[in-house]
């Protein structure tokens, strides 16, 4: 974990805009908070396999996309401890309605990281049925100032699957930082999730709970 003191500063102005995406803007109404579904508790040490990292998965205790979970979802995967899921639901604000947008996707959940510890989110997006890599394309190419763009095939859980590793340059921070995403194809719709983080340091702590996600992921 960071130390607090080094992010204050530009940690206030990354909330601000963080807030306003949660629930899509200030007119969204996040969902109820629904207990998330009690997981069996996964090795810690699991590989990160495919994903072009060293980073291990986190355990899991708990799991989000089932009925009853905070965000109903057309796949479920293990949370990290800790890290707190809540539904997001599009808003007729047009402004912050764009927010909700990236490319073909809808941000439909938003995993919090800052009771874990770190400030950045895991993201839930979906988008109409159809290939996961053509989703995924479109998601990062309506990303700003994005360099290093680089896709590979790999597995979510059991299911096929396509991951990209990318960065994007941070004006507010005047650097360039860690992105990454994998996408998957269900009956259901395409499912992005993606990991952000406010730099690249604080990206690369979180890499387990999205390792997690990826290696313990479940179509419904």
């Not at 009925?67 to 599009?90: E, Y």
Request: include cysteine.
């Amino acid at each position: 974990m960071r130390h607090p003191i080094r992010v204050v500063i530009p940690a206030l102005a990354v909330l601000a805009a963080a807030g306003a995406l949660t629930g899509c803007g200030a007119d969204a109404k996040p969902a109820p908070d629904a207990a998330p579904d009690k997981a069996p508790h996964a090795a810690a040490t699991t590989a990160a396999a495919g994903s072009g990292t060293d980073a291990g998965a986190a355990e899991a205790v708990a799991s989000v996309g089932a009925s009853g979970t905070a965000c109903a979802l057309p796949v479920s995967f293990g949370l990290a401890a800790d890290w707190k899921p809540q539904a997001v639901k599009a808003t007729d604000d047009e402004v912050f309605a764009a927010l909700g947008r990236q490319g073909p996707a809808t941000m439909t959940c938003e995993i919090d990281a800052k009771p874990a510890g770190n400030i950045g989110y895991l993201r839930v997006w979906t988008a109409d049925k159809g290939p996961a890599r053509t989703a995924l394309e479109g998601f990062v190419k309506a990303e700003e100032n994005t360099s290093e763009v680089s896709y590979k095939e790999t597995k979510a859980g059991a299911l096929p699957a396509v991951e990209v590793t990318y960065t994007v340059y941070n004006k507010l921070m005047e650097e360039s930082k860690e992105e990454r995403a994998f996408a998957v194809a269900t009956p259901k719709g395409t499912v992005i999730v993606h990991l952000g983080g406010l730099d690249s340091e604080e990206h690369r702590e979180m890499l387990p709970a999205y390792e997690l996600a990826r290696t313990s992921l479940k179509a419904l």
